[in-house]
């Protein structure tokens, strides 16, 4: 994500974005390279044919020794790969402000993808996303105050202000605040209209819970069919 970003700046002239996106792309060919090198040294190991059982049974334990050392090699690679990159995003996202790398920089602080997790962190950049009106900044801003506070108000502003973007994720939490009567005033139809505004954009778990309410008879009548349906649709989208 970090590097559509830092392509997309490039592409308009931002030599900043040029400059990160050389050394991302020196660093990952680097890795790269050490990765290939290092897998060809161990391919290029003689075979011996003529070994004995035992001894073969020990070059097994060795292999799998090896491979687990080449495993825990690219780890390390990849976190150090991962590191980098959290760099250049965080400084293309406060050089230039961009709301969607803001909320990618929220990300990462939220996934603990490049830099220590940390969700009080990631709420201060999906803020700044959010006030910047990108919808999933507002979606993710709301996501952290209904699971890491528990402000379910709060939350539900949030959600409200993605959901009138048409983001289908603000969509589906809207209608599982209804459900529960999180924020809002329990009204299992009006969860199943937003359930329903999601599956229409394919939402899995909309489609999954839709197939619930038809099932339980929640917020509907009870109609195993369209369980069924909704539940077959979900599955098959995956």
Same mark, same amino acid.
């Given at each position: 994500?970090?590097?559509?970003?830092?392509?997309? %700046?490039? /592409?308009?002239?931002? &030599?900043? *974005?040029? $400059?990160?996106? &050389?050394? *991302?792309?020196?660093?990952?060919? *680097?890795?790269?390279?050490?990765?290939?090198?290092?897998?060809?040294?161990?391919?290029? #190991?003689? #075979?011996?044919?003529?070994?004995?059982?035992?001894?073969?049974?020990?070059?097994?334990?060795?292999?799998?020794?090896?491979?687990?050392?080449?495993?825990?090699?690219?780890?390390? &690679?990849?976190?150090?790969?991962?590191?980098? !990159?959290?760099?250049?995003? @965080?400084?293309?996202?406060?050089?230039?402000?961009?709301?969607?790398?803001?909320?990618?920089?929220?990300?990462? @602080?939220?996934?603990?993808?490049?830099?220590? !997790?940390?969700?009080?962190?990631?709420?201060?950049?999906? !803020?700044?996303?959010?006030?910047?009106?990108?919808?999933?900044?507002?979606?993710?801003?709301?996501?952290?105050?209904?699971?890491?506070?528990?402000?379910?108000?709060?939350?539900? /502003?949030?959600? !409200?202000?993605? %959901?009138?973007?048409?983001?289908?994720?603000?969509?589906?939490?809207?209608?599982?605040?209804?459900?529960?009567? /999180?924020?809002? /005033?329990?009204?299992?139809?009006?969860?199943?209209?937003?359930?329903?505004?999601?599956?229409?954009?394919?939402?899995?778990?909309?489609?999954?819970?839709?197939?619930?309410?038809?099932?339980?008879?929640?917020?509907?009548?009870?109609? @195993? $069919?369209?369980?069924?349906?909704?539940?077959?649709?979900?599955?098959?989208?995956?």
């Amino acid at each position: 994500k970090a590097k559509e970003l830092l392509e997309s %700046a490039a /592409k308009k002239g931002h &030599k900043g *974005a040029m $400059e990160m996106l &050389k050394s *991302a792309s020196f660093t990952e060919e *680097a890795v790269e390279s050490k990765g290939k090198n290092k897998n060809a040294n161990v391919n290029s #190991q003689p #075979q011996d044919s003529h070994k004995e059982k035992s001894q073969s049974n020990s070059n097994n334990g060795n292999k799998k020794e090896i491979k687990k050392s080449q495993k825990i090699a690219a780890d390390k &690679k990849e976190d150090e790969l991962k590191k980098k !990159r959290f760099v250049l995003l @965080y400084n293309y996202a406060v050089d230039t402000n961009d709301p969607e790398a803001l909320n990618s920089l929220g990300d990462c @602080y939220y996934h603990g993808e490049g830099v220590k !997790r940390n969700y009080d962190e990631a709420a201060i950049y999906y !803020r700044k996303s959010a006030k910047l009106g990108n919808d999933m900044g507002e979606y993710n801003l709301g996501r952290y105050y209904l699971i890491n506070k528990a402000d379910f108000n709060e939350a539900v /502003k949030w959600f !409200r202000l993605s %959901a009138e973007k048409n983001n289908v994720r603000a969509i589906k939490a809207l209608g599982d605040c209804y459900l529960q009567g /999180k924020g809002v /005033k329990e009204n299992h139809k009006e969860a199943i209209k937003y359930y329903m505004l999601a599956a229409e954009q394919n939402d899995t778990e909309a489609l999954n819970t839709l197939g619930y309410c038809y099932y339980s008879g929640t917020g509907v009548v009870r109609n @195993y $069919e369209k369980a069924v349906k909704y539940f077959r649709q979900s599955a098959e989208l995956g």
